[in-house]
């Protein structure tokens, strides 16, 4: 068996909080292999886009760092790498199509001039020649009338376009890793099946493994070959998309998959309202109290629960799960 593309190890990321650090993702290891789509779920304020900003040494300090564990890329631990290895890294190697193009381009410079700086960056080519690779990667990621697009500023473009010009500059290079976060945040049904008929092409192109981080399950059974729940900062489940969505194991993923209402009910079976999961993610400087982080707003929870925080257990073929109550049913 092949090493992985990407490993990570006991990562821990710590944040600053007026005099006290707390570590607002802890414990957590996943590996990533070649081609693979791997599914990051779980609500706003779990840690997902800050571990993907890990991934790249982007975690913004002050106040945050990587407090400890491995990021290995290839081999190479990216933590405490100089920011010139990093740079050779970024956009070339791992890119990342971040959660709102509208902030993350550059609104005073031409999309083709954002496209073509990557390829100037990292491949050396002349002014001609990256904007030659500029106009092809939006001909490649379905923009029309790429040769006039890419004099327009972000302002001019749709929500739609400009999402498919952030795509474009992190595929300039045609990186081993795609890190995409919430890539098809407020855009239409319509829209976000283009974007990932699109992701899936552009895979079977270049071969890139990707980073999926949504909130949305149904994204992650369409898309994904394997999926990671992360809750309060840690992975409290993974396994095959399948298993996932089958079967899923901790009370946190039972509750994210009925919250989506099924196109096989009918509107009588409806419930009304859709369920919801009570109570609210921990606020950061809850995190690390004794027990079960989930344990307030489970159904399930029983006084272990509220005193010992369940460590992470294998429970089949690549399957794992972080809950006492698995651990009652197995016995």
């Given at each position: 068996?092949?090493?992985?593309?990407?490993?990570?190890?006991?990562?821990?990321?710590?944040?600053?909080?007026?005099?006290?650090?707390?570590?607002v993702v802890r414990d957590l290891s996943f590996d990533l292999g070649e081609g693979e789509t791997l599914g990051i779920v779980g609500e706003s304020g779990c840690g997902k886009s800050i571990t993907a900003l890990s991934l790249l040494g982007l975690v913004p300090?002050?106040?945050?760092?990587?407090?400890?564990?491995?990021?290995?890329?290839?081999?190479?631990?990216?933590?405490?790498?100089?920011?010139?290895q990093l740079n050779r890294i970024r956009g070339n190697e791992?890119?990342?199509?971040?959660?709102?193009?509208?902030?993350?381009?550059?609104?005073?410079?031409?999309?083709g001039e954002q496209i073509a700086e990557t390829a100037r960056v990292h491949f050396g080519s002349s002014r001609a020649e990256a904007w030659d690779r500029a106009i092809e990667m939006l001909k490649l990621v379905g923009i029309?009338?790429?040769?006039?697009?890419?004099?327009?500023?972000?302002?001019?473009?749709?929500g739609g376009m400009r999402q498919r010009v952030m795509?474009?500059?992190?595929?300039?290079?045609?990186?081993?890793?795609?890190?995409?976060?919430?890539?098809?945040?407020?855009?239409?049904?319509?829209?976000?099946?283009?974007?990932?008929?699109?992701?899936?092409?552009?895979?079977?192109?270049?071969?890139?493994?990707?980073?999926?981080?949504?909130?949305?399950?149904?994204?992650?059974?369409q898309m994904t070959n394997r999926v990671m729940v992360m809750y309060a900062g840690r992975k409290i489940e993974?396994?095959?998309?399948?298993g996932f969505i089958r079967d899923p194991r901790h009370p946190y993923t039972r509750g994210l998959i009925s919250c989506i209402p099924r196109l096989s009910m009918s509107p009588s079976d409806m419930p009304d309202p859709l369920f919801e999961i009570p109570g609210v993610v921990p606020a950061p400087r809850e995190l690390g109290a004794p027990g079960c982080a989930f344990a307030p707003r489970c159904p399930h929870a029983m006084q272990r629960c509220r005193v010992q925080d369940p460590a992470l257990s294998?429970?089949?073929?690549?399957?794992?799960?972080?809950?006492w109550l698995e651990e009652e049913v197995a016995a």
């Open positions: 068996m092949s090493a992985p593309l990407l490993s990570v190890r006991d990562l821990e990321i710590s944040f600053r909080l007026g005099t006290e650090e707390t570590a300090n002050p106040p945050g760092r990587v407090s400890a564990g491995q990021i290995l890329f290839q081999g190479q631990d990216l933590v405490g790498a100089s920011e010139e791992i890119s990342m199509v971040f959660q709102e193009p509208m902030t993350s381009l550059n609104p005073v410079y031409t999309v029309p009338s790429p040769e006039q697009r890419a004099h327009n500023f972000p302002h001019q473009l749709s795509i474009a500059i992190a595929l300039v290079c045609e990186p081993k890793i795609l890190i995409a976060d919430e890539p098809t945040t407020a855009l239409d049904v319509t829209v976000q099946a283009q974007i990932f008929d699109l992701f899936r092409e552009l895979q079977d192109k270049i071969g890139a493994a990707i980073i999926l981080i949504t909130h949305d399950i149904g994204v992650v059974a993974e396994g095959p998309v399948a294998r429970i089949g073929e690549g399957r794992a799960v972080a809950c």
